[in-house]
């Protein structure tokens, strides 16, 4: 599995792909968490963001990447922003349950993307639901290319380089969280809404603005999967990469650096699942899927079985 | 010496590193009242929990009626004949009386023919000892004071011989607690031992028959209360000299700080809490609130500092007035110059899971100060809560320390130290030492004072009658939502504002008074009932008022 996973750059690159789709989705769990909310919407909000980038690149092919990068990220942003403004609107100011909007808005997402991939979107003499291929002016550079630049060889990969803009929301989102006054209220608002009232935190926006940047984080799997590597709008390119995010976050501990460790993780799983299936025979998919469970168990059980003894272990090195 | 009917020798109880008890040592008396005596943390509860067999102790023994014994669990501990009262009342608040008295001691198969049994006990039980509660009322209509009577019955039903209470008076009127300790006296007499954990000098003095006192884990001190006195006990509670009573000098009001005009404010589930509340505070005075708690006093503190929605009325403060159409919400009341000590500093003055300094800004968090283009001012931050942390002594001084992990006087202090460091023109501040212990209290208050002294409006709102006494310029009293009248602190009696408390007027009294002398006042028809512990009796209509012989004294009730 960790051969798979690492053991040869094809593998690498598939691990780090994929790995950066659970960045997204899990800092979209983590800052509804540190809010107070259980935002499991992030599948929903990766979905119509990636539509949003679908309907930039589509719209403004003939555009430089330089522009249209920022644009596209601007539309996964209002889009997936938008899906978990309206769960984030009703949970503020209607006090309608997170859980319940966000996964309700997940399959509104999904119907939503089917009717518009196979009626609007879908050139006339296609036959699958998808939308035609972006013009190459749009595409994220892959990986390979990138190295090329540096005149370094690698197997060609979906790994892009929205790797690198999934390090820098990291970096944003941890220091939006715990060094900036949002972020504080964002917390306040999330560890204790009475104290929140008493200081003038404004728990109703909070909520809203937490859902916005949640939705925004997710739709920038759209980036990823759209612009980076199938280039063209599809169905359910999002698969699962948004229930995984809650995984990844709460292993995570809800904090970026656990965040990209978690998801570096479950690229690996993935990845090194994938390969297992396909090189052992006697192991089918299903045994794959039983595997990931039980390292997903072990890794969010363990951490509090080992937790006393690595805790007394810091303490030690610090004296 | 009479027969002891516990003994603890030599108890020691560590959790981690923290001590709680340090070579414990007890006697308690048969048929006497102890009262056990400390601040917060000093290890009074531990002490108890071990007994009640909540904990173990880590070494020690305990002999109960002079047989030693093992207690493992809360069922030992009542096979020995211990019954524990707790602070917070265990009762299912939807059960009667009845049920939750049998709740754990039910036999056989069928619950009716054990409620049919239990029932004739109860009533006896409550005939003997003056208990009387009536046994089918059902627990969340009856009063606090009536709730801590079925406590007290349900250890009594299960064979207790030595009966602790924890804290008791905490949620009791002075007039409650009275009784309360009417009905220990009962108990004594009866042969009963009563173990009384209080951190109150007042309560030791007027009740107990035996005192020791306990400061950081140890026993400091076994005292005779007719030998002692309250600044005795007060000095051994904290280990140095304690001023009890307040030092001030007489006010000198201002302009007014503060108005309220008319407001009143109804709560979600559609209870009107304050009832049509004008009053004002002047700059260099404090206005004390005083009141049994839930009399609207909480729902007066949120709507004045914009926690709640101002519904109806209006406030001024300074030049600025406050309508209900401008929603102003706490962090407008902070610019318009008011700072808000709340009630309860767990949930609403502090994040607890955040560190110290995180804390010290909460409220603050949006001032220019703090922040920069993108990022708040760690600095800054810094800087601000060590001055405050230095300049209350907060201890242990950490910045870092969670909010949580300091003790409740310093959780009190960081709060104290934010609000005041930001010297504003008004400061509303509710239950200032709630759980907060002697030392500190002498302080917050010399911090309170020193508010006034330096010209500001202070409205102070407290459950506890002494501190409004020693603090307060002038003290108005809350009952039922509304302000029952306003006494000067010079003259006032705590006789006087007892009576508001209970919500009888002055005039009222006096009057009925003229009528039968020396005779109390109860409020009117629901109070009566409730005094009398039982619900829904009719007294007839056209009649005005009813007097009534009990616990041998006269007492006047309007109906």
Known sequence: ?319 | MSALAIELTGINKNFGNVCANKDVSLKVESGTIHGIIGENGAGKSTLMSILYGFYQADSGTISVQDKSMQIQNAHDAIDAGIGMVHQHFMLVDTFTVLENVVLGTETGYSLKKSLEASALELQRLEKEYHLEVGIDSVINTLPVGLQQRVEILKALYRGADILILDEPTGVLTPQEADHLFRVLSELREQGKTVILITHKLREIMAITDNVSVMRQGEMVAHLKTAETNQEELAELMVGRKVLLQVDKAPAKPGKPVLTVEHLDFTDDSGVHRVKDVSFNVRSGEIVGIAGVSGNGQSELLAAITGIQPLQKGQLKINSETIRPDMRADAADMRRFGMAHVPEDRQRMGLVTSFSAQENSILGYHNDPAYNGLFEMDRDAILSTCQHGMEHYDVRPNNLNLRASLFSGGNQQKLVVARELERDPELLVIGQPTRGVDIGAIEFIHRQIIAMRDAGKAVLLVSVELDEILSLSDRILVMFAGQIMGEVQASSANERDIGLLMAGISKEAHERNSSKYPGCHTGHNHQSFTRFFGFRNCNLGTGRRSVVCFKNHALWCFRI
């Open chain 1, 1 to 319: 599995m960790l051969y798979g996973a690492f053991g040869y750059d094809e593998g690498l690159g598939y691990t780090l792909y994929y790995t950066t789709n659970f960045i997204f989705t899990g800092l979209a769990f983590a800052v509804g968490f540190h809010c107070g909310l259980f935002n499991i919407g992030a599948e929903g909000q990766a979905y119509i963001g990636g539509l949003g980038v679908g309907l930039v690149c589509l719209w403004l092919e003939s555009w430089p990447l330089w522009l249209v990068f920022p644009l596209a990220i601007l539309a996964s942003i209002v889009l997936g922003g938008l899906w978990g403004a309206i769960p984030g609107y009703l949970k503020a100011k209607r006090g309608s349950h997170e859980v319940v909007t966000t996964i309700m808005f997940n399959f509104i997402a999904s119907v939503v993307m089917v009717n518009l991939l196979s009626h609007v979107l879908k050139p006339p003499q296609e036959m699958s639901p998808e939308s035609r291929e972006f013009s190459e002016g749009v595409w994220v550079p892959q990986m390979h290319e990138i190295f090329e630049w540096f005149g370094i060889e690698i197997t060609q990969t979906p790994l892009n380089g929205t790797f690198f803009f999934a390090l820098i929301c990291l970096f944003l989102v941890w220091r939006f969280i715990w060094y900036t006054r949002w972020g504080y209220e964002l917390r306040t608002v999330g560890t204790n809404e009475t104290a929140s009232v008493y200081a003038g935190i404004s728990v109703s926006k909070n909520i809203i603005i937490a859902m916005v940047i949640g939705g925004g984080l997710a739709g920038f799997v759209g980036i990823n999967e759209i612009m980076g590597s199938s280039h063209r709008l599809m169905l359910n390119f999002q698969a699962g990469i948004g229930f995984t995010g809650i995984a990844v976050s709460l292993i995570g501990r809800n904090h970026p650096l656990g965040i990209l460790l978690a998801a570096l993780l479950f690229g690996i799983l993935y990845q090194g699942g994938a390969e297992l299936s396909f090189e052992v025979q006697a192991i089918d998919r299903h045994m794959v899927v039983l595997i990931q469970g039980l390292v997903i168990l072990f890794a969010g059980a363990l951490e509090n079985l080992f937790r006393p003894q690595i805790e007394q272990f810091v303490k030690r090195l610090a004296t």
